[in-house]
């Protein structure tokens, strides 16, 4: 079972990044992916999330009106993709997944750093 997240980057504030968190090994039909990033310094926080099916989705604070949490079917993968980047948004940004009903993130990806510049 692996979740791979990738497409960190380098991104001036007020741009742009996609990442993508791609899924093998199993099924993730019954489940829940989150999105988390953690900051030099602070906790980890989760940014949002998506059930497999697409149906329903969460965004933290932080990432309403500015983050997009969507499928990618053709991919087997989940996206977050980020838009009006701020200095803050600078963290490593991991991708796990839950069963739905349970609380712990069984699966979790190795992260992928994304640097915002001011």
């Known amino acids: 079972v692996q979740l791979q997240a990738s497409g960190g980057g380098l991104v001036q504030a007020g741009g742009s990044l996609r990442l993508s968190c791609a899924a093998s090994g199993r099924t993730f039909s019954n489940y829940f992916i989150g999105w988390f990033r953690q900051a030099p310094g602070k906790e980890r926080e989760l940014v949002g999330g998506i059930t497999w099916s697409g149906n329903s989705r969460f965004y933290a604070d932080s990432a309403k009106g500015r983050f997009t949490i969507s499928r990618d079917n053709a991919k087997n993968a989940v996206t977050l993709q980020m838009n009006r980047m701020e200095p803050e948004d600078t963290a490593v940004y991991y991708c796990?997944?839950?069963?739905?009903?349970?609380?712990?993130?069984?699966?979790w990806g190795q992260g992928t750093l994304v640097t915002v510049s001011s």
């Open positions: 796990a997944a839950r069963r739905l009903g349970y609380e712990k993130y069984a699966y």
